[in-house]
């Protein structure tokens, strides 16, 4: 993958040290125009600067008594000493000694401090010596002298992008403005919009520059994750495709396809996990969601398997245990799965979700003691979970203790409204309690909340209300 600063390099898209095509000095003679262009890649100076040798004419005249001679001229080239010193700091810059660069390059600006190549190059000095602050001046100084310097603004931006991205935002428009069939720019402009957080320019700076070259694969995949980013999954689909047609080893393409297509629900999103770890196998975040995928589609041996390349005869982790137990579960293994859940709940003592599935697979087994006692300590680091204590309702319930359901169903109700499922225990508790009346108007409320949805409790609380009515009219 190529990386940002290779815009900075001699031999890259904008090679801004490029020697002149006839590796001379300028030279400016009497009736002539100063050059325009003082740099290959266009960028102006001002007309009239004596970037060269300037051409001195020099007078004889006969100068004492025995010369005799008439006035003739004579043309000398003789050396600028300014232009030396440009000279003397494109030399240093081609041995990347930047640091001898910067003496020569501030005795030409001491004479000169208006002539954007100049601070353009400091700038680029500074920036090989990772000095940004002073880099930064530089660079701003020359776009100031010359607003149609495209690789002042292109270099600044650059600089900004990591440590002030939102200040890199309004050079690298400039550039995009400046190299309008150059994609690049475009690429880091939305990089610089990505960095902060505005997604939907950044998505428009991306697609502007795969408009002028689609075969960007580095700019498709800025694009395709950042389609991710934004939940766009059929976007992001199709982009991590296009990558991968022309790189089909890029990880980061194949973990993003396989992350899009689990989003999308897609049964292709197991096979494309297994992909993308057959590249990268030591990825235990991607493994983790390849065995989530595998429990959900029961494939419960596949799943154990990639557990077991994740652990790798290492010690079992926390959420290695859980991922262990759910594959257990999922197997109906209840003994296997609480000796999973219990090493996890040693490890992890204050976890309640551990707590709370420990409870309920001691339900499966029918020991509502242990369920009652786990399911309590869940609670008691969760309370506000109201999960855990419906689980504790059944769990008392089934041990065929009565008032504390009836207990914990008033304490799911201050959280909720009960449903009819609740309605219909509560009044089997009154009526194994023989509290009649009550039992007779819970078994009245489960009908009006049903709606004959459960046709067996149903028919179950219409019995049982006859009977109670008769009972209670024997009362009387």
């Known amino acids: 993958m190529r990386r940002w600063r290779e815009i900075l390099s001699r031999r890259g898209e904008y090679n801004v040290w490029k020697r002149r095509p006839d ?68 030399r240093d810059i081609d041995k990347q000694d930047f640091a001898a660069a910067i003496v020569p390059l501030q005795k030409f600006l001491a004479e000169k401090d208006d002539f954007a190549y100049a601070h353009f190059q400091l700038g680029y000095a500074y920036t090989g010596l990772q000095k940004s ?18 690789e002042a603004a292109l270099n600044l931006g650059i600089l900004l992008l990591n440590e002030d991205p939102a200040a890199a935002v309004a050079p690298l428009q400039r550039a995009v403005e400046l190299l309008p069939t150059q994609s690049r720019p475009r690429t880091l402009l939305g990089l610089a919009y990505e960095k902060c957080g505005d997604l939907k320019n950044a998505a428009s700076a991306y697609e502007g520059a795969l408009a002028l070259d689609p075969k960007d694969i580095e700019t498709s995949l800025h694009l395709a994750q950042l389609y991710l980013r934004q939940n766009r999954a059929a976007d992001a689909e199709r982009k991590f495709r296009a990558v991968l047609s022309s790189e089909p080893q890029s990880q980061p393409a194949l973990v993003g396809l396989a992350q ?32 989530h995928l595998l429990i959900a589609n029961e494939k419960y ?76 300590s869940a ?58 009346k009550a039992a007779l108007d819970a078994y009245q409320k489960f009908l009006d909340a049903d709606q004959n949805r459960n046709s067996d409790q149903v028919w179950q609380a219409q019995q049982r209300i006859r009977v109670l009515k008769k009972t209670l009219e024997k009362k009387r």
């Open 301 to 376: 041996d596949d799943a154990l398997a990639e557990m077991e390349k994740t652990e790798n005869g290492g010690a079992s982790s926390v959420e290695s245990l859980k991922l262990r137990a759910d594959i257990l579960i999922g197997e109906k293994k209840w003994d296997a799965a609480i000796v999973a859940l219990k090493q996890a709940a040693a490890m992890a003592p204050n976890d309640a979700q551990l707590r709370g599935g420990l409870g309920r697979t001691y339900m499966q087994q029918r020991d509502f003691a242990n369920a009652e006692k786990e399911l309590k």
């Open 23 to 90: 590796k001379k000095s300028w030279v400016l003679t009497p009736g002539q125009a100063g050059p325009q262009h003082a740099a290959p890649l266009g960028m102006r100076f001002g007309a009239g600067f004596l970037l060269g040798c300037l051409l001195l004419v020099l007078q004889v005249n006969g100068q004492g008594a025995a010369g005799g001679q008439g006035a003739h001229g004579t043309k000398q080239r003789v050396a600028n000493p300014l232009n030396d010193l440009l000279d003397e700091a494109r």
């Open 260 to 291: 899009t297509l689990e989003i999308e629900k897609n049964p292709e999103a197991a096979d494309a996990y297994q992909n993308y770890l057959k590249a990268q196998p030591g990825d235990a975040a991607a493994r983790e969601h390849l065995v």
């Open 379 to 436: 609670i008691q680091l969760d309370a506000k979970n109201v999960t855990y204590w419906k689980d504790l309702a059944s769990a008392t319930y089934l041990a065929g203790e009565y008032p504390t359901t009836l207990a914990v169903l008033d304490r799911v109700a201050q959280s909720e409204p009960p449903s009819p499922g609740e309605l219909f225990v509560r009044a089997l508790c009154y009526d194994k309690l023989q509290q009649t």
């Open 133 to 150: 602050k002073e880099a930064r001046d530089e660079y701003e100084r020359a776009m100031q002298l010359d607003a149609k310097m495209p």
